[in-house]
């Protein structure tokens, strides 16, 4: 996509970033209390050592897409691993790139970064976005189990 800009997310892009991520959360149904965005914002614009991060992608000067991400250890790795928690693109701009611009930011991040792989989880209803990860990433079998506290 001509003039399209993969960057790192920073102070100044909060009302931007707030504005992706509501959008991201309204498509799991989800909504936050403002202290997690508030705490989210503070550790993607950070900068401490292993906490997330976060990238904007920017056409013609306005952000349409956004990803987060972690190193982390694995006890199946010397070196770290990254995990992809979250990644939108806005609806006007689907299937023109961003979202596969961001996954490949996330990729030469991870790489420069010495990490072993890259790896991310999404919902099985999530047919869009599923076509994009079966071309560019390996489906794995293994299955998720989670329980609140």
């Known amino acids: 996509m001509g003039g399209l800009t993969i960057r790192p997310l920073s102070p100044s892009d909060e009302a931007d970033w707030r504005r992706l ?4 959360l309204a498509f799991y149904e989800t909504v936050l209390p403002e202290a997690i965005f508030t705490t989210t914002f503070a550790r993607l614009t950070g900068g401490g050592a292993n906490e997330f991060a976060g990238l904007l992608a920017v056409v013609d000067g ?14 199946w790795t ?3 691993v990254c995990y992809l928690q979250d990644l939108y693109a806005d609806p006007a701009v689907r299937g023109t790139g961003i979202g596969r611009a961001l996954i490949e930011a996330v990729y030469a991040r991870a790489a420069e970064a010495g990490a072993a792989e890259v790896y991310w989880m999404t919902q099985e209803f999530n047919a869009t976005a599923r076509r994009l990860y079966d071309r ?14």
Not at 21 to 24: D, F, H, P
Not at 62 to 75: D, E, I, K, Q, T
Not at 136 to 149: E, N, R, S
């Open 136 to 149: 560019i990433a390996d489906k794995t079998p293994f299955i998720v189990y989670q329980k609140g506290l």
């Open 62 to 75: 306005r952000p349409v897409g956004l990803a987060h991400y972690l190193f982390h250890r694995s006890c």
């Open 78 to 80: 010397v070196g770290n």
């Open 21 to 24: 991520w509501t959008a991201y």
